[in-house]
């Protein structure tokens, strides 16, 4: 090999070991990364900041996570509710790396988090849906069973102290198996007619209260009425005895000629048909 052809050669080989070099040193992290740099396996420096940066070349290595909101879908679970209803529930999970360095030690990578996290989340899940009633888990107050597994699953993840946070848990699907819906869905119906029947049932005795209440309070106002009337033609009656009587037989006019179809048969001197001849005074 000639001089020029051996000096190109060592220049190639320097290259190259430079290139190395660099690439040992030199790492680049994303806006949707972090980073943590290892040096024999241990965690020394959490990387946040987005752009180049330097390791110390062939000792640090370079672990890069996620930066942004992780999603993890737990395996279907059976679990039993309250009432001893079984029930087939899909949850999954949004939970963020907040301490890349934590993570590491406890976790290492999202592989092993994911099988933490979901074991955590079907033991919420067990220990929640537990104390509520199968009704309320599939429809009546599944906001609130959600928000308890939420609390749930944030209280053990901190105190196991993996380095995440939950950002949320959320229930995807809650159904009995398909073995248990018709019989569950047919209690539930008998019970809902049951309460519609009993509201109907008291419905109606307020009805029948109310009803009775008035009846009675309209019968006293009525006496109080035939009383006070009484009383006031008891009081004329006293005072005036021809305008008792001219009172009466304008009643007694009333009841045998108000209906237009009555006959009578009478003497034309009657003393029915007095106030007919006469006035009042007469």
Do not use: C
Not at 4 to 20: D, E, H, K, M, W
Not at 72 to 96: C, H, M, P
Not at 157 to 183: F, H, M, T, Y
């Amino acid at each position: 090999m000639t001089r020029p052809q051996s000096r190109l050669a060592t220049l190639g080989v320097a290259a190259g070991a430079l290139l190395v070099l660099l690439g040992s040193t030199i790492y680049q992290v994303d806006q949707r990364q972090q980073a943590l740099v290892v040096r024999f396996g241990d965690p020394i420096r959490v990387v946040r900041a987005p752009g180049l940066h330097l390791k110390a070349p062939f000792l640090d290595r370079v672990i890069k996570f996620d930066n942004r909101n992780i999603a993890l879908n737990a395996d279907q679970e059976e679990v039993i509710a309250a009432d001893q209803e079984r029930l087939v529930v899909d949850a999954f999970v949004r939970y963020r790396i907040t301490d890349p360095r934590q993570f590491y030690k406890t976790l290492r990578d999202e592989t092993v988090a994911h099988d933490r996290l979901e074991r955590i989340v079907n033991a919420s899940l067990r220990q929640t849906i537990g104390r509520a009633n199968s009704e309320e888990v599939i429809a009546g107050k599944r906001a609130l069973v959600m928000a308890a597994i939420r609390d749930e699953v944030g209280r053990q993840v901190r105190a196991s102290n993996l380095g995440v946070q939950i950002i949320d848990v959320r229930i995807k699907r809650a159904d009995l198996p398909e073995a248990n819906q018709k019989a569950v869905f047919e209690r539930m119906q008998t019970a809902r007619q049951q309460e519609a029947a009993q509201t109907r049932a008291i419905g109606e005795q307020q009805k029948r209260e109310i009803v009775a209440t008035a009846t009675e309070e309209a019968e006293k106002i009525r006496g109080e009425g035939d009383a006070k009337r009484a009383e006031l033609f008891a009081s004329s009656f006293g005072r005036d005895p021809s305008f008792a009587a001219f009172y009466r037989s304008m009643q007694a006019y009333e009841a045998s000629l108000g209906q237009g179809d009555t006959t009578l048969v009478l003497s034309p001197d009657s003393a029915f048909f007095k106030y007919f001849q006469k006035g009042p005074q007469g």
